[in-house]
């Protein structure tokens, strides 16, 4: 089985978002979020889902194909609370067991991690120890500005782990979150993280760099000077504070390649989407996001706000949350699962190929961004049909001058 691992340190911006996921979304949030957790495990194995989970960047295309706003810090307490309540009633199936949470879930982590160890057998002492020093890491040896208040410990059934923590920094209501993956922490002090990520800020003091081995050094000897490294950053994402999706904020490319595979007639004719030959266009262009999220390489998640185009955001933006297309995405994904595990394999088959039929199609494929502001005016028009919703309310029926002008 083919192990994912995404060892560069990346930042980007997470602007701070309050308020709660409305229970018409949190419980297909759970649904399909558990779906495609179970299709990363039977395709791949819990390693290769541990690894998917530690890249901030296939986490926030999770956030986005699962209809939460696209930017936002709320991805990563909504993304981790859907997982939790959908997979730890699975863990004798799944083997994946998830600890902690928001706020005061945070604190309940070691005692949820003595149960689990109770269960498997395995050490839960060195698994608290591994929870607490992640989280120490995080809240004072990197002197960032952010304190933690979401601390979420993923654990299989070997003791491998994942952890997806977040902090706040209310002078500049940005979040950060930071991702560690235990098959890369070779030590609790030194470059352990797989990622941190939120906005650079310039110099910062950060006692986990492995540059900083003379600074450690100096402190426990009591020196005068302090320390004073440098957070290395190779990689950033740049998450915008705007909540509409731009083209920019995207691949055109691959965008256009997965709606010309949805609505297309003959490029739906692809043998490998006969299977789907009975599922609408509108259906097929969020199975081709949810299935990429699945199946993709790490370098198809640099743009997450394109993932947004499966099943919009709660926000609005990029258009409302089709609810309808929402639930038959989750029918269909669970089924698939479901027929799998009696060696049914023809669905979920299926479903793979769609990433590999966008990505044919994406090689000869043009992008236009005149076209990308046409489909998100099409979208907005055509949502009351799905079932449209935001936090807002439900989508209406664009009026008769606004209608005339989408003909």
Request: with cysteine; aromatic share 8%; charged share 25%.
């Amino acid at each position: 089985m083919p192990k994912l691992y995404f060892n560069n340190r990346r930042t980007a911006d997470l602007p701070l978002h309050y308020g709660h996921v409305p229970p018409w979304l949190a419980s297909r949030m759970s649904s399909l979020g558990g779906a495609i957790v179970e299709s990363v495990i039977m395709e791949y194995g819990k390693s290769a889902l541990l690894s998917r989970m530690s890249d901030p960047f296939w986490f926030q295309a999770l956030g986005c194909v699962l209809g939460m706003d696209w930017h936002s810090s709320g991805i990563t307490t909504s993304v981790m609370g859907a997982l939790k309540k959908a997979m730890n009633p699975k863990f004798k199936e799944t083997g994946i067991y998830i600890c902690g949470g928001k706020g005061k879930y945070s604190k309940q982590t070691p005692a949820e991690l003595l149960k689990f160890s109770n269960i498997t057998g395995l050490d839960g002492d060195i698994l608290i120890r591994s929870s607490r020093l992640t989280a120490k890491v995080d809240n004072n040896a990197i002197q960032d500005g952010f304190q933690l208040y979401l601390h979420s410990f993923i654990v299989s059934s070997e003791g491998e782990w994942t952890v997806v923590q977040q902090g706040m920094n209310d002078a500049t209501s940005m979040a950060r979150r930071y991702h560690w993956h235990s098959q890369n922490v070779k030590s609790f002090v030194e470059d352990p993280h797989t990622s941190i990520y939120g906005r650079n800020q310039g110099l910062i003091m950060n006692l986990a760099d492995k540059q900083a081995a003379d600074a450690k050094a100096g402190i426990l000897q009591i020196v005068k000077e302090g320390p004073d490294r440098i957070m290395p950053e190779i990689h950033k994402l740049i998450m915008p504070a705007h909540h509409d999706v731009r083209a920019k904020d995207i691949n055109l490319k691959r965008l256009g390649s997965v709606l010309a595979i949805s609505h297309q007639h003959e490029l739906r004719d692809f043998e490998s989407l006969l299977l789907l030959k009975d599922v609408g266009p509108r259906t097929i262009q969020s199975l081709a996001l949810v299935s990429e999220v699945i199946h993709g390489t790490p370098s198809r998640f640099n743009d997450p706000a394109r993932f947004s185009f499966a099943h919009g955001g709660k926000d609005g933006h990029p258009f409302p949350v089709p609810t309808m297309v929402y639930d038959e995405s989750i029918h269909i994904l669970q089924n698939a699962v479901e027929k799998a595990k009696i060696n049914d394999h023809d669905k979920r088959l299926a479903i793979k190929n769609l990433t590999l039929a966008v990505q044919q199609t994406e090689k000869n494929f043009e992008p236009d961004e005149a076209l990308f502001e046409k489909v998100i005016a099409r979208e907005r028009a055509n949502s009351y049909k799905y079932g449209g919703r935001t936090v807002f309310g439900k989508a209406k029926p664009p009026k008769g001058d606004e209608q005339l002008k989408l003909l």
